[in-house]
């Protein structure tokens, strides 16, 4: 499991606009390196984020190599109601990660 | 005639040390670095350091070793008691008789008290340990090197500063004492001060140790860097926290 | 990148306009540049990003990434950090919801740091 540091304001008023913002680690390692034989270093990076509020999509990100090391996103929601922001990662490979935060929206 | 010698020697002397910066135009690399990198380090929950300060935070509670002790265990809160370590490394250790900085400290506390194997320069592991343990210092002053054990290695390391080397023929001086502030392709030189370490340096994409950084200025001027762990790479973090002596922690820094 | 960007829009006209791309000019590390892309949108259900796409020149792809967004998102704005292979032109375009395509632009200079690992 891959450090995370995320940052949902744990409440808000409803209908107020919130920043989120995610870090996750990860060496994104763009398959064009080369090591020190001269081969290349595979692939492997994080390639969709997916973030759900009580069960619905607010954001979608489809990353490349040109994303640096330890992604990190940052976006904006409407806090509607109170629940749960959960956080998902996939590499290249099909693994995930998922995160989950609370959030009270009075 | 003798009058005239010693006011020749002395003006020698006084140029020498005419390019040490003084303690009022001291500032961090943190003052040299992008709004962008700034707000990066600003920002606990958007700096990339703290990914590893938090892995250190979950190691510091690991059993580890044939002692099956975590750090925990004898150190408790490291909040507490790790509260101006940071400051005040590297330090002289008796028994070993030299200078130790905080990576090797926490390796002699794996190897003795855990009997655990040491952990790797640079590994994650140490990293992360080591970024912990200097986070609860952030904020406070550097300490000024009071113990005169100290004195014979503080001396080394500023001939090693002063001194010119590698190909390019450079003196760490000469850039970070008398040409911090100007540009060196497209970054600004800082004066080259240790308070951050270990930090996270954008060139890296990772955390790492001041020893690493040092390796890279070392690569920099074409000079055959000093091997992790050497006396002469202890001598001079040593020489450079107390070249920065007073000035805040800033664990873990953001760098270009 | 042109062709990237074909790939996106089609034939359909893409307006210069209303995308902010924010970046520094001259970049302090090209390995990881913090940048942040934001539209000026209502983010209504009538009228709204339905998403945001980054496309650059020199990297040896020229997708870097490609953000989806609904009207729950309040605004339509991202950060992230990104590596630049070289001094190049970067480019964002945002599709909104009626189908149309607006677009920013910046160019940013890369140099290597002076002080590397090898």
Known sequence: MARVLLNVPPRAQRGEIVEIKTLIAHPMETGYRLDNTGGSIPRDIISLFVCTYNGEEIFRAELFPAIAANPFLAFFTTATESGEIVFTWTNDHGQTQTETRPITVE | MKLLLAGVVSLIATATCAAEITPEARRSGYDFAAAATRAMQDDDTANPGMLWVLQGETLWGTKAGAAEQSCADCHGDARSSMKGVAARYPAFDLALARPLDLEQRINQCRTAHQRAEALVWESADLSALTAFVAHQSRGLPIAARSDPELGPAIDLGRSLFQRREGQLNLSCSQCHDDNWGKRLAGNVIPQGHPTGFPLYRLEWQSLGSLQRRLRNCMNGVRAEPFEYGAPKAVALELFLMERARGMPIETPAVRP | ?118
């Open chain 3, 1 to 118: 990148m042109a062709e990237a960007i074909r790939a996106l829009v089609a034939e359909a006209p893409l307006f210069h306009g209303r995308v902010k791309l924010e970046l520094p000019s001259i970049v302090e590390n090209g390995n990881t540049v913090p940048l942040t892309v934001s539209v000026d949108s209502p983010m209504t259900e009538a009228d709204h990003v339905a998403s945001i796409h980054l496309f650059n020149q020199k990297n040896p792809q020229p997708v870097i990434a490609a953000f989806y967004f609904g009207p729950r998102a309040g605004k339509a704005r991202v950060s992230t950090r990104v590596r630049l292979a070289d001094s190049q032109r970067l480019v964002a375009v945002a599709k909104l919801n009626d189908g149309s395509f607006w677009s920013d632009s910046a160019d940013v200079i890369v140099t290597l740091a002076a002080c590397t690992e090898q």
